[in-house]
């Protein structure tokens, strides 16, 4: 919706740029398999990693632009967003703001997060966050980044407390 406010669009924008959107859209197009990458960090899984598959992917929107053009880079961009762009929603916004707002609403302390452990190699660790909210309750999130498990931490709280 063209019209739509900022408050609106914000949220829909931020969910198609950040990095796993990035990352996401590399994997889809087989980015990884075709960067070049030093012996270390093909070792230790860098054609996985989310943080250098949507830095790869920013990179070659980039390279478009300045070698094609705007419009090109553009059409590039819309042709291998569309699925995600059709797919977020008019109210879609990341969990930890969603849950930030649910609390600042209620006059609560803003959500605290806890990384309560690190597992696996260095090159591929997983990290189990928790979010609390006072008085409310807690829940727990794993992922690869720490960010995305803070990201299903919130969901998941969120869902508890309006489920």
């Not at 949220?11 to 075709?34: H, S």
């Not at 919130?154 to 309006?162: E, H, Q, R, S, V």
Request: hydrophobic content about 45%; aromatic content about 4%.
């Amino acid at each position: 919706d063209p019209d739509a406010s900022e408050g609106k669009l914000a949220p829909r924008y931020n969910a198609l740029v950040r990095k796993e959107a990035c990352a996401g859209v590399a994997r889809e197009i087989g980015l990884g398999e075709v960067l070049k990458l030093g012996r270390s960090e093909t070792v230790s899984g860098g054609r996985r990693k989310e943080a250098l598959l949507g830095d790869a992917m920013e990179a070659v929107i980039a390279a478009v632009y300045l070698d094609a053009g705007f419009e090109v880079a553009r059409a590039m961009v819309l042709r291998l967003w569309k699925g995600r762009i059709d797919g977020v929603e008019d109210d879609a916004r990341d969990a930890k703001s969603s849950l930030q707002e649910w609390a600042q609403a209620r006059g609560l302390r803003p959500p605290a997060y806890v990384e309560l452990a690190r597992e696996g190699p260095d090159h591929a660790p997983v990290f189990t966050m928790e979010v609390r909210l006072d008085g409310h309750g807690q829940a727990h999130g794993k992922a690869s980044a720490k960010r995305v498990a803070e990201q299903e931490a919130a969901a998941a709280l969120l869902a508890k407390l309006t489920g």
